[in-house]
Nanobody, 124 residues
Framework: QVQLVESGGGLVQPGGSLRLSCAAS????????IGWFRQAPGKEREGVSY???????GYADSVKGRFTISRDNAKNTVYLQMNSLKPEDTAVYYC??????????????????WGQGTQVTVSS
C-alpha cells in the first residue's frame, strides 16, 4: 500500500525554522518525483518545492533562498527545511508523489499519491 506521511509542522515565530518530513511506505521514493505543496485557508493549493529522481530540485519564487528540499534514500524520506519563516508561510503542507519524471513538478496536476498534510503556523 502506497502511503505518504508528513510530520514536523507546528507553531513558530516569524524568522524561525521548521523541518517537515515526508515518509514513504509501499514504494521507493528515489524512483519518484516528490513535491511539497501548501494550502492556506481560502487559497488554492500552491506548489512549494520538488525533487526529481535524478536529484534535480526546484522552488517557488516565494520560498527560494529560504526553503531547502532534500531526500534520505536510506530512510525513504524527503525533507523540507524551512528557514526565515514568514506569517504568509502559514498553511497546511502536503507532500505528493508520482512515479518517474514529471513535467511542471510545481503543478499539483498529475501527482497520484498524497499525504494527509501537516499544519504550519507562523505567528508571534
Amino acid at each position: 500500500q502506497v502511503q505518504l506521511v508528513e510530520s514536523g509542522g507546528g507553531l513558530v515565530q516569524p524568522g524561525g525554522s521548521l523541518r517537515l518530513s515526508c515518509a514513504a511506505s509501499g514504494f521507493t521514493l528515489d524512483d519518484y518525483t516528490i513535491g511539497w505543496f501548501r494550502q492556506a485557508p481560502g487559497k488554492e493549493r500552491e506548489g512549494v518545492s520538488y525533487i526529481r529522481r535524478d536529484g534535480n530540485t526546484g522552488y517557488a519564487d516565494s520560498v527560494k533562498g529560504r526553503f531547502t528540499i532534500s531526500r534520505d534514500n536510506a530512510k525513504n524520506t524527503v525533507y523540507l527545511q524551512m528557514n526565515s519563516l514568514k506569517p504568509e508561510d502559514t498553511a497546511v503542507y502536503y507532500c505528493a508523489a508520482v512515479y518517474g519524471y514529471k513535467w511542471f513538478p510545481l503543478s499539483a496536476h498529475g501527482y497520484n499519491s498524497w499525504g494527509q498534510g501537516t499544519q504550519v503556523t507562523v505567528s508571534s
